[in-house]
């Protein structure tokens, strides 16, 4: 509500009391007038019943007035008239000690609650000086008021006076009450807003934990009394693993529920007197009291990670997240909270860089370890708004017929300090910050580009391969992502294959196999990079539609001499022959080893011993001097 529209409701609610208000002094003047007329024609005093009564009549035109919502001219009238009436009794009958003086209180007390400050203090001044002039005239003899001797008649009037004086302030009294009332209740609400400010200034609107501000405080508060008792505090930085990858894949009202389910967990693991707080994001942090012993905090880690690992439902689906959890202590590492909170992330960092799901205490090689992460993080995410990779391509020799039918597309980063870095060096970072989402939609659309341009020039059934990540599938837009780059680049999904690990087909769900299957009516080709280093279980052959295997550099290098590795791939290929699938055979580097897989009857090859991978410009140039002058390929 705005502030002009809170000062209208006020202005309309002071204008209905005020009005109030004087209908009800307007009555009770005109009962008290009605009782004295009474009074003066039982006591045959004419005259003054007469002058009352022109009054009592006049006072009913101010109250029509009133009525006609005229507020502050019919206050003005009463009082104005009121104060004439008394002052015309003081004047005419016993002066000072006259019983209508009495009254000028009850006028005055009006005057405050109807009237403003300028009439308040002229009507005031008036009073004064008028029963001032009159004790003056009366002592110095210029004019003489006679005294009433009735003592009854003046008590009766005299009750009648108290009777309205003491509605007047029985009225104001219940008007200063409902105001106490209001400013009592008002009172209570700013203190229970205020405590409502400080608990949401100290703890987090989503889980209701608190948040870094009161964890600031818990340890200022911890850190005193540790020092006293010879024990340690311990800072746990927690980080969820694969937090983004779900909320991307969910949306962001799953990602708060595993949030709000997460902080309970946390929060079931550790003592009442542990503090368990978020941090931000997916970042929790946890001060861990009065802990002699590192064992027994270890063993609240595993507790922890054990905990988060829990599986989390959600509309259906299941979800398993892991963390990474970082351990600072007091006073070894600092008995700064900010440093602490600090050097846990750094340890936290380390952990998530040796595949997650575990804890690390900190030190100081991790700190150097943490600042070239977070870095490497801050590059790549500049990388990737600056388009600073290229991509290299490496032949696939068809044997056969010894001619390059396709390329497997490999991403390059182009640091502007540090040079040429290979993906082996960030890919897994990059999975790990939820980057590589952006980074494979980059090479998706620049695969299909290079492809399509090529095809243009003439080589009609040339196919690129591509990585995709399990990072990929789990967003759960891949398909989306590849019809989207397929229409833009106006490429048939024949000329696109998708390698990926074994590792990934572990996930049998059915979202992963209608993925699969929509991407193959796309008709784009699949093939599982370095088969038979994985999944043993070769049930997903059947159950994914795969075109080809890639038999693992591994098993390829020095075959001539190992005769275990000739049985290996000499039963992978006939596998695959059976299952009616293509073999290419990865990291060929003689001709020996060539000649073998011709024998074996692979049906494809990749190695330095016909390239290594290559920029675009170097590659059009291998393939047109590689293949025969008849069945050249036309690219450029």
């Given at each position: 509500m ?5 000062f ?44 009352i ?33 008394i ?44 029963i ?18 009735s ?20 009225i104001?009294a ?51 009394q ?14 969820l ?198 980074i ?15 095809i ?28 989207s ?28 196999k ?17 088969f ?60 020996a ?18 390239s ?25």
């Amino acid at each position: 509500m705005s502030r002009a529209k809170n000062f209208s409701i006020i202005t309309k609610e002071h204008h209905f009391f005020k009005t109030k208000h004087l209908l009800q002094f307007i009555w009770s003047i005109e009962i008290t007038l009605f009782l004295v007329i009474l009074q003066r024609l039982y006591l045959e005093k004419y005259t003054t019943a007469l002058i009352i009564f022109s009054v009592f009549l006049t006072l009913l035109g101010v109250a029509f007035l009133a009525k006609k919502n005229k507020v502050e001219q019919s206050a003005i009238l009463l009082l104005v008239i009121m104060t004439g009436l008394i002052s015309y009794f003081m004047w005419c009958y016993s002066g000072i000690y006259d019983e209508a003086v009495i009254a000028y209180p009850c006028v005055l007390i009006m005057t405050a609650m109807l009237g403003n400050k300028k009439l308040f203090i002229s009507l005031f001044v008036f009073i004064s000086l008028s029963i001032l002039l009159n004790g003056a005239v009366n002592s110095y003899g210029i004019y003489t008021n006679e005294i009433s001797q009735s003592q009854l008649s003046g008590a009766i009037l005299i009750i009648f006076i108290f009777s309205l004086i003491s509605y007047t302030i029985a009225i104001m009294a219940k008007d200063f009450r409902k105001i106490l009332a209001q400013l009592d209740s008002e009172n209570k609400t700013v203190k229970q807003s205020k405590s409502e400010i400080e608990i949401l200034l100290r703890h987090d609107i989503l889980t209701s934990l608190p948040n870094r501000l009161m964890a600031n405080d818990y340890f200022q508060s911890s850190i005193s009394q540790s020092s006293r008792d010879d024990n340690k505090i311990h800072i746990m930085f927690i980080d969820l693993d694969d937090f983004k990858l779900m909320n991307d894949a969910l949306g962001h009202q799953a990602g708060d529920s595993l949030l709000i389910e997460i902080a309970d967990r946390l929060k079931k693991t550790v003592r009442k007197e542990d503090l368990v707080c978020r941090f931000a994001g997916d970042e929790f942090i946890i001060i861990l009291d009065s802990f002699a012993k590192p064992e027994l905090v270890a063993n609240i880690a595993k507790k922890i990670i054990s905990a988060v690992q829990e599986p989390f439902y959600y509309q259906g689906h299941q979800f398993i997240c892991g963390c990474s959890i970082g351990i600072s202590v007091t006073p070894d590492d600092s008995l700064d909270f900010n440093t602490l909170v600090r050097n846990a992330d750094t340890a936290m960092y380390h952990s998530k860089s040796v595949g997650g799901n575990s804890f690390h205490y900190f030190n100081d090689e991790m700190n150097t370890y943490g600042h070239e992460y977070l870095s490497l993080i801050t590059d790549l995410r500049k990388a990737i708004k600056d388009e600073q990779f290229f991509l290299v391509y490496q032949p696939k020799i068809d044997l056969k017929e010894n001619k390059i039918i396709g390329a497997e597309a490999l991403i390059r980063w182009n640091h502007p300090e540090k040079g040429v870095i290979f993906p082996d060096f960030f890919i897994e970072k990059a999975e790990k910050a939820g980057l590589i989402c952006d980074i494979g939609e980059w090479v998706l659309n620049e695969v299909c580009r290079v492809c399509k341009e090529w095809i243009d020039c003439g080589a009609k059934d040339f196919v690129i391969a591509v990585n995709i990540s399990s990072k990929q599938f789990a967003k759960g837009n891949l398909a989306e992502v590849i019809k989207s780059v397929l229409e833009d680049n106006d490429l048939r999904g024949k000329h696109l294959e998708l390698e990926m690990t074994e590792s990934l087909l572990i996930d049998n769900s059915e979202e992963l196999k209608n993925t699969f299957k929509y991407i193959r009516k796309l008709g784009v080709l699949f093939s599982v990079d370095d088969f038979g280093t994985g999944y043993s279980n070769l049930g997903y052959l059947k159950e994914f539609d795969i075109s080809t295997l890639k038999i693992d550099r591994s098993f390829i290098y020095d075959i001539p001499n190992k005769t275990k590795n000739q049985a290996l791939v000499k039963a992978i290929i006939q596998m695959a022959k059976g299952l009616e699938l293509n073999t290419v055979a990865e990291g060929i580097e003689d001709l020996a080893t060539a000649n073998m897989l011709i024998d074996f009857e692979c049906d494809s090859a990749q190695g330095y011993f016909w390239s290594k991978p290559i920029v675009k410009r170097e590659f059009v140039k291998l393939v047109e001097e590689f293949n025969n002058e008849s069945e050249k390929l036309a690219i450029s």
